[in-house]
């Protein structure tokens, strides 16, 4: 074989080569083109490369170097074909996993819980006529919950099984307590009045405070029963406070989260930390509704926090939240608010 032949027979394989690679359509087809041009064994490549052995010996530096040449093309036009295909399969892949038509992925947004709302709402109307917020323990000792205000021992709201105590006691507090050495029964508070207690023990008059959260009283549980529910306890302390200024005070309230048309009325009652108490009722879209309870602070209450009774007056009032919501959404059952059930609670 002569020089021009041998330069020929390349010209010729790398033209095919770089067409067949060109021409293939998908993966396997290149590959049959590799085998074709590049295989090791019977590549097409490796025979042409025979041939440089029957050129003359004065022609074999150029036929070898022209012979690496077509080497070096024919294996990049193999990777260029090879990328060719990478690039369309990852397009088609791409293509499948979007489609333009399919309806959007719907993004569920959280909401408060309707009592939480219901909270914020009740501070937003008191806070417009004056009352700030405060706190206190859901895990009260009966001074708190009971004595201080002006709830004596044999008083049956005390009984174990109207209340949740605690198997453990805390640590007596000299002067607090009737359970001498053996320490302070604990109970989960059964009213929000106890915070009433813990702020006047510490505030001096005048006092403008709500306070929102849990009780618990073991009632079974119904349709307008369960044994941890919210109320809300408001109290106002101040010289020459009367009962007016407390109708006045709930009146607003109601109007406020109900609407004008409601009306509210005092039904005499009694409550040992209230003197007149009331049981106050508000009427709206025809039915009257018992919202909570109320009156003009008991000066026994007054005096087991240092108030001087004669100097300072003041109402108290406690009210259901669920009952309140329940009122203004129509809600019949109190479970549903801890059910958890999303299609109740989405709904608010
Ligand atoms: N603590 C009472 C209850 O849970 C409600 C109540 C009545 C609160 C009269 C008061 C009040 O502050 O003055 O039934």
Redesign the pocket.
Known sequence: MNLPQFLAELESLSTEASASFGAAADAAALEAARIEFLGAANGRLKSTQKGLGAVAKEDKPAAGKRFNQVKSEIEAAFVAAQERLNSVGATKKEARQFDPTLPGDRLWLGRLHPITQTIEELKDIMARLGFSPADGPEIEDEYHNFEALNIPAEHPARDPLDNFYLSAAAKQEPGVGRQGSAGRPLLLR????TV?IRVMEKTQPPVRIISLGR?YRPDAADATHYPMFH?M???LIDRQVTMADLKSVLRMFATSYLGEDVHVRFRPSF?P??EP?VEADMHWHDRWIEF????M?DPNVLRAVGYDPEVFSG????LGIERLCMRRHGITDIREFYRNDVRFLSQF
């Open positions: 059964s009213q929000t009045s009433q009780v109320q306890e408001g109290l409550f930390f209230t108490s909570g309870g109320a009156g602070v109402f108290a009032f406690g």
